[in-house]
Nanobody, 116 residues
């Protein structure tokens, strides 16, 4: 079955960097666009960005544009979220997401806390 495993979160100071990963299994990873979402305390889950199936194109929410980069390694069935210049408002649980054959699948989430 489809499985997404998020990893890489932690505590980081403002201005710091983190790299999240999402290991996928149970479907043809290279055939599907992948997405990253985040949910901050007391807020709804929001789209961070997307990447095409071949990794050629990525798009981002305005709030992270220029600071975050999504990439993927189709040989390793893994998608990444490189986060630079982190701000306290980036504090959230981050989830990877894929829609396969009309069904939505989420990773379990990884906590990112940006604080001094």
């Amino acid at each position: 079955q489809v499985q997404l495993v998020d990893a890489g979160g932690g505590l980081v100071q403002p201005g710091g960097s983190l790299r999240l990963s999402c290991a996928a299994s149970g479907f043809t990873f290279s055939a599907y666009p992948m997405m990253w979402y985040r949910q901050a305390p007391g807020k709804e889950r929001a789209l961070v960005g997307t990447i095409t199936s071949d990794g050629a194109v990525a798009n981002y929410a305005d709030s992270v544009k220029g600071r975050f980069t999504i990439s993927r390694d189709n040989a390793k069935n893994t998608v990444y979220l490189q986060m630079n210049s982190l701000k306290p408002e980036d504090t959230a649980v981050y989830y990877c997401f894929v829609r396969v054959v009309g069904r939505n699948y989420w990773g379990q989430g990884t906590q990112v806390t940006v604080s001094s």
